[in-house]
């Protein structure tokens, strides 16, 4: 797999997408923490979006994911499974859930980060998450939060 890695020094966080894949503006309509959005043009069914936000005073990461949480349950998410993980060198947190629909599945997998009262979100989106998996754990594993 050929990577590029995208830097956000203005958000603090730098990603690693496939080579292949385009950056698209962000959706503020989604979330007015939305801060970049990328997709393979040629292949829609897998998505990745990166939000940054406010941290709650004191809240770990587990605990912003139970808030994520209820906003995708109001939006028709189940299957909700939330695990401590270590993203960019920091305990984290993991949310996966998905959403069915006429046979059709949305599997969202999402990773929290919370550095110097900050939000970090790596938001991964699949049709086929089983396809996805390795894919989207290496996307994790090349997030960086970036120093200063």
């Known amino acids: 797999m050929e990577w590029q890695r995208i830097e956000k020094p203005e958000y ?5 997408v496939p080579q292949d894949w385009n ?7 989604n979330s007015p923490w939305e801060t970049a959005r990328f997709a393979q043009p040629s292949d ?5 979006i990166v939000f940054r936000g406010p941290g709650r005073p004191g809240a770990t990461a587990a605990e912003v994911a ?7 349950e109001a939006s028709g998410f189940g299957d909700f499974v939330i695990s401590d993980v270590d993203v960019a060198g920091r305990r984290a947190a993991r949310l996966d859930c998905a959403r069915h629909d ?3 599945v949305w599997a969202v997998r999402e990773y929290i980060v919370i550095e110097d009262g900050v939000r970090f979100c790596l938001g991964l989106g699949s049709s086929v998450p089983d396809e996805d ?3 989207f754990t290496a996307m994790a594993e090349r997030f960086e939060i970036l120093e200063g």
Do not use: C, F, M
């Not at 603090?12 to 690693?16: E, K, M, S």
């Not at 139970?66 to 995708?72: G, N, P």
């Open 44 to 48: 829609r069914r897998h998505s990745v």
């Open 133 to 135: 998996d390795a894919l």
């Open 12 to 16: 603090g966080y730098a990603v690693h």
């Open 66 to 72: 139970e808030l994520i949480q209820a906003t995708l």
């Open 23 to 29: 950056e698209r503006p962000p959706n503020l309509k």
């Open 102 to 104: 006429a046979g059709r």
